[in-house]
């Protein structure tokens, strides 16, 4: 799908409200990992439909760095379509429960497929009714979202059930099983060696760095991306300087960037402006971060940090289900 430019100066007089609403639904940036991912759901969704055949595909990227908001795009991607005489929802996503067992899952699949479906406790029914919905609307690929959850929540033998349960779903769906999750998800996969030879194909969508040259570009070059698609009506020059004081905000974690931009736009907004500057810049991290940092680790002031907040007492300190601490070990 051809992406259409649209004018920054449509957002000249725009109210608040609907700029915040635009970040929230409608924004979408392009990053490399991104990309990739998206290109890699895109082949094996061709591959699927071309042999008849299922397939599971692991998609592993850490807390923040955008999981959810590829499973949105897919959507928008591939829209749901109810104007014909059947519906049609190429793209089935839905989060993993709190409670979760075999049922439970199945029971959250159904209704993200049929919002108002009616599961009695004695349904026994419920993967042939899902089965039978995923060929009528036309289902070309399914997310499943937050899959680490299955490791922190269930022993060795209710992991392997479960991965039993997704390794069924691949099979009788006879398409693409997307499994969103953590680092710490590959887990499900080395327990399960029938699950793994359905997924053996890995992802991975990590948080942006700046620790060589090219990468600093990268983040940089992410960064104008992000400035054109801001709901502003003008540009701002995003300087190297403005770079790394970014990614020491954020630590290069993408939810962060957006969270960071969207009190940046509320103050430019709210002064009158269009476009955005140092000033909000430093506003913006701090109320982000309310209490939990001092104003002397502001990366933006004068006399802030110049360097990552990863030390102790600082917010992206002893990170957690990443490629470098894929899980806590207490």
């Not at 000249?12 to 639904?25: A, D, F, N, S």
């Not at 759901?41 to 990227?61: F, N, P, S, T």
């Not at 029914?125 to 060929?135: A, G, K, N, V, Y």
Request: positive net charge; hydrophobic residues 40%; proline residues 5%.
């Amino acid at each position: 799908m051809e992406k259409i430019e649209k004018p920054k100066s449509r957002w000249q007089g725009v109210p608040l409200e609907e700029r915040l609403q635009y970040m929230t639904q409608e924004m979408h940036v392009h990053h490399p990992t991104f990309i990739r991912a998206l290109l890699e759901i895109k082949d094996q969704v061709r591959i699927c439909e071309q042999l008849k055949k299922g397939a599971g595909l692991l998609v592993l990227a850490p807390s923040g760095s955008g999981k959810s908001h590829l499973s949105r795009y897919l959507k928008r991607l591939w829209p749901d379509d109810h104007e014909g005489w059947k519906s049609k929802v190429p793209v089935v996503s839905f989060s993993l429960p709190s409670v979760m067992t075999k049922r439970s899952i199945a029971v959250e699949l159904l209704r993200s497929i049929q919002p108002a479906a009616g599961v009695t406790q004695k349904d026994q029914s419920l993967e042939s009714r899902i089965q039978t919905l995923l060929s009528h609307i036309g289902t070309r690929v399914i997310v499943i979202d937050n899959v680490h959850d299955i490791t922190a929540r269930r022993k060795a033998g209710g992991i392997k059930d479960i991965g039993d349960w997704i390794r069924d779903l691949i099979d009788n769906s006879k398409i693409l099983v997307v499994l969103l999750g953590a680092p710490s998800a590959k887990e499900i996969i080395q327990r399960n060696p029938q699950l793994r030879r359905r997924a053996t194909r890995q992802v991975k969508i990590d948080y942006f760095k700046i620790n060589t040259a090219k990468r600093f570009v990268d983040f940089q070059e992410f960064l104008k991306r992000f400035d054109a698609e801001l709901p502003l009506a003008q540009t701002t020059e995003v300087t190297s300087a403005m770079t790394k004081q970014i990614y020491f905000a954020t630590n290069g974690i993408f939810d962060y960037v957006f969270m960071l931009f969207s009190r940046v736009v509320g103050f430019a907004v709210d002064a009158g402006r269009d476009q955005w500057n140092q000033e909000d810049l430093a506003k913006g991290f701090q109320t982000m971060m309310g209490d939990s940092i001092r104003s002397s680790q502001n990366p933006f002031l004068a006399n802030g940090p110049s360097r990552p907040l990863d030390q102790v007492g600082e917010p992206y300190h002893d990170l957690y289900d990443t490629w470098d601490n894929p899980v806590r070990k207490d």
